[in-house]
């Protein structure tokens, strides 16, 4: 982590230092105005809630797989390949780096996947989809059994649900810009550093609440904590069954419940495919 900090703060000194503004510009903004303008604006609103619902589904799922590795699945699972011959087979530790790396790559695969769904089927119904296909996955994962096959489903279905939301991130940005677009079209001022200014602001509150209800609700429900010698010794520890049934809904109900939330907001959200289109088009005439 300080390798990676002391290379970002290298990058943005010469991002800032190698920069040139060549178009000189009088600025006629106010900045009141662009905020009464935002908080006027009904589909930034609803797509700060549905952003912030994403990033709440990806934080509590991420949260908990260590505590869901340590006490459901175990230290020593193992994932099994049948032999091809005679000998045996071949086994490998099913741990949680394994399962979180693998939902990273599958997760660039789902971003590479963004620009063909949306452009085939619309933002919002890609949207829409994404969120209803994450609400069934995270259902079923409920279901799926500690066993060496249930190893397999539930990487299979990390890889499914890494991709559906490896599609969500790039597709909000992008219907960021259409609430730009709707707000320089209706209030004559675009407002787009607050808007996208504002998607960090979800991912923060996202990330924020999402972590510490993860906590909460493990400590609400008798969580006994590791300390840092038990931790380094894998030791086993025998939790409450109710903490353990908080992990196994924090991991499915809970993530599905967000992402059935994340579907009623975007149900509201008013920038079609075909509204957008309308919009960009008087933009045109607008900008001359």
Known sequence: MMVVAAVCLVLFIACFLLTRERLKTVSTVSVGKDFRSLLSNRPWWLLIGAALCFNLFCTVRGATVAYYFADIIGFDAVLSLPSLGE?????????AGLFLSIGEVSNMAGVAM????????GKKTTFIGVNAALLVLSVLFFFIPVSPTGFWLMLLFQVLISMLTGVMSPLIWSMYADVSDY?????????????FSSSSMAQKFGGAIGGAAVLWLLSACGYTP???????????ITQPEAALACLRYLMS?????????????????????????DINEQL????G
């Open 87 to 95: 000998g045996p087979g071949v086994g490998f530790l099913f741990y």
């Open 114 to 121: 963004t620009v063909s769904l949306a452009r085939r089927f």
């Open 183 to 195: 707000a320089e079209l209706r209030y004559k001022t675009a407002s787009t550093g607050l808007i």
């Open 226 to 236: 590791r300390t840092d010698e038990q931790m380094a010794a894998q030791a086993l």
């Open 253 to 277: 109900f809970i993530p599905a419940a967000v992402a059935l939330i994340a579907i009623i907001v975007c149900h509201f959200y008013p920038l079609t495919t075909d509204r957008v289109r």
């Open 284 to 287: 045109k005439v607008v900008r």
